[in-house]
């Protein structure tokens, strides 16, 4: 075991090399494994060589070991699990022997329900007595680490601490559409109690609608229509379908980052903004199993609720307001507190040989809401054996990338992405400067059906090829004569528009790509193994349930669903931060931006004409992207390749490609997207 020691540095130092080196000194706290040493020696290994290697040294066995450990106690974001987790991977890091290893800590403002005090939704008769209330936690079905005494109350990140009482009110999906109707049908929401089903859009979205409309808190719960469809003998441990005691945790923060050091580092320097002031929500919003639902709904009095907003719990679902015993109320009290409070994020190099100022960054996050072994834990147990295999060539071979390669564990994402967008805004402008790519897997598998993948149109094609080396890991798809993650891809997922290609989904914002793709427009993309299980999303998302055994039992005996993930993301970064010419598809961002130009015309046309604005400058401005990709394709025929100023001109052009399409004062009423 090397040394490893804690070196504290107050200023800024720039560095010849321009390597990370010379980023994170500004941090209060590096951790550095060595004496500065040389560089250690490139040997010329093919790419495909490497590739092939990467592929065939992934051991599915290690990531098994690694997600039984990192699963076997809640690690919530800023607390001390968290942190012992930071910990572990960095040593882990530091034992296969990644180049520099940094613990980046945050100062940040996270939410925790009361240690003592749980959070409760009562009904209340009319003499003031509790007719029911709900559990505190959800209970233990299965794994013995559900019964830890350090399973935190069921709560929502950031919801308001608050005791209010009033009468409840069914609101569907909670969606602007919803509330709409309940206007329409005459039901005002004002000093009300929202019950809404989780599941068509994000969680802080029905917050915040209600809160505006004037509601006095909000109720989340899952109805099975959704999230057991298979009826209640088909749910966990027996499948990997919800229990009815399930209620998922979820921040209900809008905003990313650190809520009070908007656009800046949330570092000791920074300055804060006062708590009122912080884009958090002021009512009490709480989560409840779809069985401490059916309690409240099957009471609730009012119109009955239209056929499309039936559930399929066994009762008629009543719209409200109130319960059907006259003067019986709803009562949710809320204990949660807004803590500041460390979280550290986790930064393992190994330095590029030709270009070690050029950064090929993979990420994942490390906080969990409970034991998250789906997320994020199953991604992390595949990043921990992806450097091991990479730091294991190196070992044998002496081979080291041409680019550099940065392994992130980032802190708090669960919370609203927090310590990776505080990192985004610390370090952008050398991420900016120098960042090829970010790799994200937030999970490695949610399920054993298809790949799932979300990119920049720029990552697409070196995705797709990566993909077709990566050997099937289902067996019955190998035996129907697929033999690639691409194949099954391509056959379960097809693209809506062209049968031949798998679906790839445009980047959204829901992970830790979030700053580095619509803050600093660096490439992205996320994948993961998903299912096929007719549900809004995955059914234990979030929940107590998210086990190791739910992994090992249900989703991925032989953690081989685990291993194609991991070789498919080493090989995307592999090829990279090896290619001399970056693969980036420009003709397919050309093509994609035209198309996605026609839909806004074909859609939205009408309505942009009604308001006086020609569509013309934008229709030029696509077809002359698209003119530009051509003649710098073409140019690429006649590019010497052994002119290193030459190859490094292209390629940094290349780099800039996704930079151009950010505007730096944001879009109009949301200048944190880019
Ligand atoms: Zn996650």
């Not at 974001?77 to 987790?85: D, L, R």
């Not at 013995?144 to 999906?173: C, K, Q, R």
Request: glycine share 6%.
């Amino acid at each position: 075991m090397s040394k490893a020691r804690l070196l504290q540095h107050s200023s800024t130092i720039l560095c010849a090399t321009g390597g990370f080196a010379c980023i994170f000194v500004v941090v209060s706290v590096i951790m550095s494994t060595d004496e500065p040493r040389e560089l250690s020696r490139r040997t010329e290994i093919s790419l495909a060589a490497v590739e092939d290697y990467v592929i065939k040294n992934i051991n599915p066995e290690n990531i098994r070991q690694f997600l039984r450990y990192l699963t076997r106690q809640p690690h919530l974001g800023g607390t001390e699990a968290e942190k012992e987790v930071a910990q572990w991977v960095a040593h882990t890091w530091q034992q296969q022997g990644l180049d520099q290893v940094h613990l980046v800590p945050y100062h940040v403002l996270l939410s925790y329900p009361d240690p003592i005090i749980p959070n409760l939704v009562r009904i209340v008769d009319g003499e003031n007595n509790t007719a029911w209330v709900s559990a505190a936690r959800q209970k233990p079905l299965y794994a013995p680490e559900e019964a830890s005494l350090d399973i935190p109350f069921t709560f929502n990140g950031y919801a308001a601490h608050g005791n209010v009482t009033g009468d409840v009110v069914y609101a569907y999906y909670g969606r602007e559409q919803d509330f709409d109707f309940l206007a329409k049908s005459g039901i005002n929401i004002s000093s009300k109690i929202v019950l809404a089903r989780y599941g068509k859009i994000f969680r802080a979205n029905i917050a915040k609608m209600a809160e505006t409309k004037g509601a006095v808190g909000v109720v989340l719960y899952s109805d099975p229509a959704d999230y057991a469809p298979n009826g209640s003998d088909f749910v966990y441990p027996h499948s990997s379908y919800m229990p009815p005691s399930a209620a998922p945790f979820g921040t209900v923060k809008l905003v990313d980052g650190d809520p009070l050091t908007p656009f800046y580092p949330a570092t000791e320097s920074a300055f804060h903004i006062p708590e009122e002031e912080a884009p958090i929500p002021k009512i009490p919003v709480q989560p409840i199993g779809y069985e401490d639902a059916w309690q409240i709904l099957s009471r609730m009095g009012g119109t009955v609720a239209p056929v499309d907003w039936q559930g399929s719990l066994n009762i008629t679902y009543h719209l409200g307001p109130g319960f059907v015993n006259p003067g019986w109320t709803l009562n949710l009290d809320v204990n949660n507190n807004n803590t500041q409070t460390t979280t550290h994020n986790v930064v393992g190099i190994i330095t590029g040989h030709e270009e070690p100022d050029r950064y090929v960054i993979l990420g994942n996050h490390l906080d969990a809401w409970i034991l998250g072994a789906l997320d994020p834990n199953s991604g992390t147990a595949a990043m921990l054996e992806l450097s091991r295999v990479l730091l294991q060539l190196h070992n044998e071979t002496g081979w080291r990338p041409r680019r550099s390669l940065v392994f992130c564990g980032w802190g708090a994402e669960e919370y609203g992405i927090v310590a990776s967008v505080e990192w985004t805004e610390q370090f952008g402008k050398q991420l900016s400067d120098r960042t090829i790519a970010y790799l994200n897997v937030d999970m490695a598998i949610e399920g054993n059906y298809t790949l799932r993948t979300q990119s920049t149109p720029l990552l697409t094609d070196a995705i797709f090829q990566s993909a077709q080396r990566i050997p099937n890991p289902d067996p019955v798809e190998l035996a129907a004569g697929r033999k690639t993650v691409y194949d099954t891809w391509k056959a379960r997922r097809p693209d809506r528009h062209q049968s031949d290609k798998p679906q790839m989904q445009f980047i959204g914002s829901g992970s830790d790509y979030k700053g580095f793709q619509h803050n600093l427009g660096i490439p992205c993309m996320d994948i993961c193994y998903t299912h096929d299980n007719n549900t809004i999303g995955d059914p234990m998302y979030h929940t107590l349930y998210e086990t190791f055994a739910l992994v090992d039992e249900i989703y991925d005996k032989g953690f081989y669903f685990h291993s194609a993930v991991t070789a498919l993301w080493g090989d995307l970064a592999v090829v990279l931060a090896e290619s001399k010419i970056l693969p980036f598809s420009l003709v397919t961002y050309a093509t994609f931006i035209i198309g996605a130009q026609q839909d806004i015309f074909e859609n939205y046309g009408e309505l942009i004409s009604s308001q006086n604005i020609s569509w013309q400058f934008f229709a030029d401005a696509a077809q002359a992207f698209n003119a530009s990709v051509a003649v710098f394709t073409e140019s690429l025929n006649t590019l010497d390749l052994n002119s290193d100023l030459a190859v490094r001109r292209v390629n940094d052009q290349l780099m800039m490609v996704e930079r151009a399409f950010i505007d730096p004062l944001g879009l109009p009423g949301r200048p944190e997207y880019k």
